[in-house]
Every structure is written in structure tokens, then in C-alpha cells.
């Protein structure tokens, strides 16, 4: 195939022509009756053998409806209707063979023998040309006349109408999907959320709520719908929650509220944290509201407990006569009870300098809790506190730390006054200390006489004659060495307590032990 004469030009505005001929979604499709049709009424209106619905893309006319020729592509360069898009007009040709721009083309010279054309363009409501609607005969028409061109024009307006018609059919059922395929999603959202949503008009009416809103009331989410707080709530709540709405459309802004709302549902009475926002139209305006509630009964219970169970706390602390207090976590005094500020003087913020704590036991003490509090063990201490009087008193400190989840979230600390105790140990230390020196002093100083005694006894035994007098020197001369081995004993124990020697621990026959004392005691 040749080139024809003239080649056709590009419109000017081809991208956004494309754009829009591809934005109809026509090209490549199989044929339609309603086109068809078109084709079939333009032949027997024009009384022409061939009548085309052609439409032009970057490389090719595509034909989407043919009478008396077969659909067909052509390169856009052969194309006649390359021609007819450069402007608004009707192109035709009433002899081909004397038009230099058609002359020379193949489908002239040759098979099929085209010596009339006519076109008129399909213009898009923008303005765009995207195709034609063309007359073709194998014979010129040099008749064809302006009326003629109208009633062309009109049919390449009724295809571009049917065009724009299916596109907006099209449109509508993707939007239709898209609207289905969202309100699928949404209820699926509306569905999987545990906590109530709903929706209401400007009147307060419900015009969508979730299973979980309607489990609220024991009813189905239809049956909630249409109905007002008033249906479903005590009088005073009723108001209270219109109030709200009413409110958040006036003023076009987000609220969040807390609230106990009665339910008829097993659980009766619920605390829920409201937050309602305007629902609002196309244009801004406020046509109702939109609001998502959480049960935060539970919570509010907890909260409640946990007050209650801090309120037990502090009195159980401030009635005690331990002297306690509560830092937090870092160490830093957060409270001390009314035992401790009455016995120092001092409240939480005098008492963190430390002046409570006697200038020779702070040092030590500090770092000790210093130690403690990085390792997370408790502590303890004795140390001499501050009275209010002026008076420094032994206390024992002990501070445990508080965890919760294996973290520290307080600690504990308690002073005992131990002045007293401490003092009776010293004296009960001191009374030990003269019991060991009294013993030692006596054992030293009963070993003269003793020994004396025994020297005397021991020189007695020659002149006692008689077995009666020899029985009588013999226990009393055993007599004296136990008196002797109790006062070696004395001086032992003396040793012992002041630390001269130390125990050993050693395995001997009982006999040994025994013979003497019935002996000594017979």
C-alpha cells in the first residue's frame, strides 16, 4: 500500500484527545447492537452502501461499527478519518479520485474503489474529537448537500450520545460498586469494633448504630434506628445526651463527655466515655452527628478501688505509731505520716535535707539508700533521729521496695525507736562485762586460800593414824580438789568472756566426766 498524497496532520490537543477517547473504555471491544443499528439507519437514510463508526488512537483508526464493509483497522497514516478529526467541520470527498488528499490511496486506485467520503467528527462534550461517523461508496456523490451534511452531524451526535451514554452507565456501576464494595467495608469496620458507634440525624433520631451499640439496649440494630435517647434512656439522661448532640451541631466542634447511663441489659447501670463529632454534607453543613462510645465501667471501678484501698492505706499509716513515709520510685519523698511529721517537726519538703538524721550516721546512710535504690533491694539501718524536742533518739530504719510487674513503683520505709532497747544493752553489755571481772578477780582471789588448804591437808596425812581418820583425810581431800577444779572453772569462764581464749569442741568419754562427780558428791 502507498502513502496517500497528503499524510494527515496531529490535532493540536492529541494528548488530551487520547485521554478522553480511552476514558470511554470503546476500543478493542466486541460490537454493540445499539451501534450497529446507528450504522444500519445512516446507510438507509444516505442511501449509501458503507457506513462507519471509526475511532482514532495513537496509531490506528479502529472501527466499533460497520455497514456494507467489514470492521476493520487501519494505520492512522491511511486513515481518511485522520483528516475529519483536525476539525469541527464535515469532511467530504465527493470524488475521491479529485481530491489531491485522497487521490493517490490505495483504497481509491485499488480495492475496495472508494470514490466518495464523507465525515462527520464524534465530538466529546469537551470538545474533543475522538472519532467519525463516515459515509463511503464505491460512486461520487457530487449531490451530497449541506442538508445532508446536518443529517450527518446529527448521526455522529447520536453516537457520541450513545457513547457518553454507556460511559455514564459505566460510571454509575463503578460508583455502584465502589458505593457497595465501602459500605461492605464499613459495616465489616462497624462489625469488628467492640465499641459502640452511631449516627444521628439533626433530630436526634438513630440512623446507623453497630451490634455492639444495640447489644446496649437488647434490641437489633434495625430496631434502634428511628428511635431517639427518649425511647431508650431515663428522662434525665435522655437530656443530657440531646444536650450533647445538640451542642456539637451548633457549634461544629468534637466533644467528649463521661457518663452513668442506665441499660436494660443484665450489667444495669454503665459509665461510658462519649466523643461525638458533627456528621456534616457535601457542602460543610452540619446534618447531624457521629459518635463512638468506650465502657469504661470497669476502669471507673478500678479507679474507685484503687481510692478506696489508698484511702484504707493512708489511715492505716497515719494511725500507726510507726514513724513511716513513701518515696517514689527514684528514692525522692513523696509522703510521710502524721506519726513521723509530729515526732520530727518537719513535713516532706524540710525533711529532705537530711538535718533529721544525726551529722555522724547521714553520710552512711545516704549511701547506703543510694547502693539500695540502684540494685532494688531494701535496706536497713540504725541510725539516731531528731526529735522535735531537740532529743537524738535511736531509730531502726528499714526501707523494701514496692513492684509491681517487676517494676519499682514506690518504696516503703518505717522507723522503730530502739533508744530504749538500746540503752538496756548497753547496760545488760556492761553487767557482763563486770560479771567477767568479778569472776576473775574471785577465782584469783579464793586460788591462795585454797591452795593453802591444800598444802595443810596434804601434810595432815602423816599423822592421822587409824583407818577412820584416813577416810575422813581422803574426802577431804577430794573435797578440796573439786573446790579447786570449780574455781579453775570460774577463771575459764572469766577467759572466755573477755575473748583470752576460745572454745574447741572435742570428743571425750563420759566416764571421765561422770567418776569425778559421783565421787565428789557421794
Not at 21 to 28: I, N, T
Not at 125 to 144: A, K, V, Y
Not at 365 to 372: A, D, K, Q, V, Y
Not at 416 to 425: C, L
Request: proline share 5%; glycine share 6%; charged share 30%.
Amino acid at each position: 500500500m502507498t502513502l496517500s498524497s497528503i499524510e494527515p496532520t496531529w490535532p493540536s490537543d492529541e494528548r488530551a484527545r487520547l485521554d478522553r477517547l480511552k476514558s470511554y473504555g470503546v476500543l478493542d471491544t466486541p460490537p454493540e447492537a445499539a451501534f450497529d443499528r446507528l450504522a444500519r439507519l445512516g446507510a438507509r437514510h444516505f442511501r449509501m452502501p458503507i457506513v462507519m463508526i471509526n475511532l482514532v488512537d495513537e496509531t490506528r483508526q479502529w472501527s466499533k461499527a460497520g455497514y456494507g464493509l467489514e470492521t476493520m483497522v487501519l494505520e492512522r497514516r491511511l486513515s481518511f478519518c485522520a483528516h475529519t478529526i483536525l476539525g469541527d467541520a464535515v469532511l467530504v470527498a465527493r470524488d475521491t479520485r479529485e481530491d489531491e488528499r485522497f487521490a493517490d490511496h490505495d483504497m481509491v486506485a485499488g480495492p475496495p474503489h472508494l470514490r466518495f467520503y464523507a465525515g462527520a467528527p464524534l465530538i466529546a462534550p469537551d470538545g474533543l474529537r475522538i472519532g467519525t461517523f463516515s459515509l463511503l461508496d464505491h460512486q461520487p456523490h457530487p449531490e451530497f448537500s449541506a442538508e445532508d451534511e446536518r443529517d450527518l452531524e446529527e448521526f455522529a451526535r447520536l453516537a457520541m450520545h450513545e457513547m457518553e451514554t454507556q460511559a455514564a452507565h459505566r460510571a454509575a456501576q463503578a460508583a455502584e460498586t465502589l458505593l457497595r464494595d465501602k459500605n461492605a467495608l464499613l459495616e465489616s469496620l462497624l462489625e469488628s469494633v467492640t465499641d459502640p458507634i452511631f449516627a444521628k440525624d439533626r433530630e436526634r433520631r438513630f440512623t446507623l448504630v453497630n451490634s455492639a451499640t444495640a447489644r446496649l439496649f437488647g434490641r437489633t440494630r434495625e430496631a434502634v434506628v428511628g428511635l431517639t435517647d427518649e425511647d431508650l434512656f431515663p428522662p434525665e439522661e435522655a437530656e443530657r445526651l440531646d444536650d450533647l448532640c445538640g451542642r456539637v451541631i451548633a457549634t461544629g466542634r468534637e466533644e467528649t463527655v463521661e457518663d452513668e447511663l442506665h441499660f436494660p441489659i443484665e450489667e444495669g447501670t454503665r459509665v461510658l466515655m462519649i466523643s461525638v463529632m458533627p456528621l456534616r454534607d457535601a457542602w460543610g453543613a452540619a446534618i447531624g452527628v457521629v459518635g463512638v462510645a468506650r465502657d469504661i465501667t470497669a476502669r471507673k471501678r478500678a479507679e474507685e478501688a484503687l481510692r478506696s484501698s489508698e484511702a484504707r492505706f493512708r489511715t492505716l499509716v497515719d494511725n500507726t505509731p510507726l514513724l513511716m513515709w513513701i518515696n517514689r520510685p527514684d528514692g525522692t519523698p513523696e509522703y510521710y505520716n502524721v506519726e513521723l511529721r509530729a515526732y520530727t517537726g518537719q513535713d516532706v519538703e524540710t525533711m529532705s535535707n537530711w538535718k533529721a538524721i544525726h551529722p555522724d550516721d547521714r553520710s552512711a546512710f545516704i549511701e547506703l539508700r543510694t547502693r539500695s535504690i540502684a540494685a532494688g533491694s531494701p535496706y536497713q539501718s540504725n541510725i539516731r533521729v531528731r526529735r522535735a524536742d531537740g532529743a537524738w533518739r535511736w531509730h531502726q530504719c528499714r526501707v523494701v521496695p514496692v513492684r509491681e510487674r517487676s517494676a519499682i513503683v514506690s518504696w516503703i520505709g518505717t522507723a522503730v525507736d530502739i533508744h530504749d532497747i538500746r540503752r538496756a544493752q548497753q547496760a545488760a553489755e556492761e553487767a557482763d562485762r563486770s560479771k567477767g571481772r568479778f569472776l576473775a578477780a574471785a577465782s584469783h582471789d579464793l586460788r591462795q586460800p585454797m591452795q593453802s588448804i591444800l598444802l595443810f591437808a596434804g601434810a595432815l596425812g602423816p599423822h592421822v593414824a587409824g583407818e577412820a581418820g584416813k577416810r575422813a583425810l581422803d574426802r577431804l581431800q577430794q573435797g578440796l580438789d573439786t573446790l579447786k577444779d570449780l574455781l579453775d572453772s570460774l577463771l575459764d569462764v572469766s577467759r572466755l568472756d573477755a575473748g583470752v581464749v576460745a572454745p574447741q569442741i572435742e570428743e571425750f568419754p563420759v566416764a571421765d566426766l561422770l567418776g569425778p562427780l559421783s565421787a565428789a558428791y557421794a
